[in-house]
């Protein structure tokens, strides 16, 4: 199913990504710029060179990684610039979420808000004093009066050279912010009120965001949110009577929308809109099994069927398409695909979306209907093609056409039928096909809960066999499990918490193997990673010293230096 989009064995650049285990960084190793990896030896060259780093974070199925990729760090002109003023990181933010945690923190104090790419400029020792997102090449830049990336470079480059002083104190109070903030819940853990009181608190701020008509919560883009979803869940269990509608109400315009693939089943990373319609076509494995164990649930609690299909579909889309021979879980979907067979470039969702001419080709006498299920237009709802959704109740379809809802239900079966097999002849989305240990969990516990409540034993054996191929090739010597793993090659240090609770889980149902060796690991944890409650933070990972890993995005937006206001003043009037 998978077309590889990694770097070429060929080419007229090869930097030092090419040996990278992460799909990620392989995909930038035929990059003119000279990457490196993070690690102590770009460090020392910074401090050698006495150069400023740029630390570039993202992630294989993201959109807007690529299209920067391609503008900039693909561009020979560009690459020279970046060489020149700047010890370059490139970092997989799915193998080293420690490192994408602490500059994400740092960007979104900076700036008020966060994404993918995330391209952040350190001192030599890692200490963080600029940084954003997306940045355009300089003819796109005009068009929207943005700073482009190179003007970017060269204002970052002229300030840290002439006004290093002042850069140096604005990074120490950044971080003397950020270490603030990470410590704050520490030292409130036991100041919390009732738990009613909170639950009641929490449901009263999350019905001030809800959308009503739409579901979910704020306006576009919109998250699925499964955790907070989840607390609804729970806080109805608890006999809040706010919680269930808002839930049942968000869980079915997500399945109606776009975001859900009616074809193939499974959630996209999120919607651009605040009807749940356009999505960022990226799949995620923890998104999907974070939301089927979701579904699953809110089956059981209300009984509802359709809640019921929409996990079985996810999970099935799991299982067909993001599993490992050995029982593992790959990590991501791309959002870009080829058009065509031999396309000179990918482009964003094409693989999921429709003409109505391709609907009447696959479907004959069932494409009126289904496309009247589907919303299925001539002028489409996405750069002149269609993404299915269901904006209708089909029972609505069937009075206004006069078809029975079993004929309806037929061509709805029949048609993701056909259009599954006719796509799965489009060049496919790239797969990024490491396997972290973290997502795999949180499938676990989505199959073993769905095979218990939907009578799915193969579910549970799934879930087995993903925990054996965790304790056997995603361990160490010495018991401490990876983060990720792909083909063989191994990452770095994981949690420690995820394998007694997807063991549990399995154990549940039936006891296996992997639950006894989960709790002798568990046993033998040094006691400094115990935190209150039980809970483990990794201690293992390689952060820049001067920072303490936040335990939650920070959000921060008072720690605004002159020096930063002066070089944000000089990009937006260097555009001008």
């Not at 990694?6 to 040996?19: D, H, S």
């Not at 710029?33 to 460090?43: K, R, S, T």
């Not at 790239?430 to 949180?442: L, P, Q, T």
């Amino acid at each position: 199913m998978s077309e590889y989009r990694v770097a070429p064995a060929e080419g007229p650049y090869k930097n030092r990504l090419i040996a990278s285990a992460s799909p990620y960084l392989v995909q930038h190793a035929n990059n003119p710029v000279d990457w490196y990896e993070w690690g102590p030896e770009a460090l020392e060259r910074a401090r050698a060179e006495d150069k400023p780093i740029l630390v570039s974070v993202g992630y294989a199925a993201c959109h807007w990684c690529h299209v920067m990729a391609h503008e900039s760090f693909e561009d020979p002109t560009t690459a020279t610039l970046m060489n020149e003023l700047f010890i370059c990181i490139k970092v997989d933010r799915e193998e080293r979420p420690d490192i994408d945690s602490v500059y994400m923190s740092a960007v979104q104090a900076m700036t008020g808000q966060g994404g993918w790419p995330m391209n952040a400029f350190c001192l030599a020792d890692g200490t963080p004093f600029y940084g954003g997102t997306y940045f355009p090449p300089e003819a796109k830049a005009r068009r929207y009066n943005m700073a482009s990336w190179p003007q970017v470079l060269r204002s970052v480059a002229e300030a840290y050279r002439t006004r290093r002083a002042e850069i140096v104190e604005s990074g120490r109070e950044l971080v003397a912010h950020l270490n603030r903030i990470a410590e704050a819940p520490t030292n409130n853990m036991f100041n919390f009120p009732p738990v009613r009181e909170l639950i009641t608190s929490a449901i009263d701020q999350l019905s001030l965001q809800y959308d009503a008509a739409e579901g979910g919560f704020g306006g576009a883009p919109k998250f699925p949110q499964p955790m907070t979803l989840e607390f609804l869940l729970r806080a109805h269990l608890r006999g809040d009577e706010r919680a269930l509608p808002m839930l049942i109400n968000t869980l079915r315009k997500m399945a109606w929308g776009g975001m859900y693939d009616q074809v193939g089943g499974g959630f996209h990373r999120y919607s651009v809109d605040a009807r749940w319609l356009v999505p960022h076509f990226e799949k995620m494995l923890y998104d999907n099994g974070l939301l089927a164990r979701l579904y699953v649930e809110a089956y059981q609690v209300t009984g509802e069927q359709d809640f019921r299909r929409v996990a079985v579909e996810t999970l099935d889309y799991i299982l067909r398409e993001m599993r490992h021979e050995q029982g593992g879980f790959y990590s991501t979907q791309d959002a870009d695909s080829l058009p065509y067979p031999g396309a000179p470039h990918a482009e964003e969702g094409v693989f999921y979306v429709w003409t109505p001419d391709e609907i009447r080709e696959h479907l004959g006498e069932d494409a009126m209907l289904f496309g009247q299920l589907f919303a299925v237009t001539r002028q489409g709802n996405f750069e002149g093609r269609n993404i299915l959704n269901l904006p209708r109740d089909p029972n609505a379809v069937a009075r206004v056409t006069g078809a029975s809802p079993e004929r309806l239900q037929a061509v709805i079966e029949r048609g993701r039928e056909k259009l599954y097999a006719a796509r799965a002849r489009r060049p496919a989305p790239f797969r990024d096909e490491k396997i972290i240990v973290a997502w795999n969990g949180m499938t676990i516990r989505a199959l073993v809960s769905a095979a218990l409540a939907c009578e799915r034993p193969d579910y549970l054996a799934a879930a087995q066999q993903c925990a054996d191929f965790l304790l056997t090739q995603m361990r160490r010597p010495d018991g401490r499990l990876l983060r990720s793993w792909k083909d063989g090659g191994r990452g770095r240090s994981a949690f420690w918490k995820i394998t007694p609770s997807c063991s549990t889980r399995c154990w549940r149902s039936t006891p296996p193997t992997a639950m006894r060796a989960g709790c002798a690991r568990r046993s033998k944890l040094p006691k400094q990673l115990w935190r209150c409650s039980g809970m483990l933070r990794p201690t293992c990972f390689m952060i820049p010293p001067p920072i303490r890993r936040p335990l939650s995005l920070v959000r921060a937006t008072s720690v605004i230096m002159p020096c930063r206001r002066e070089l944000r003043w000089r990009l937006r009037h260097s555009c001008a």
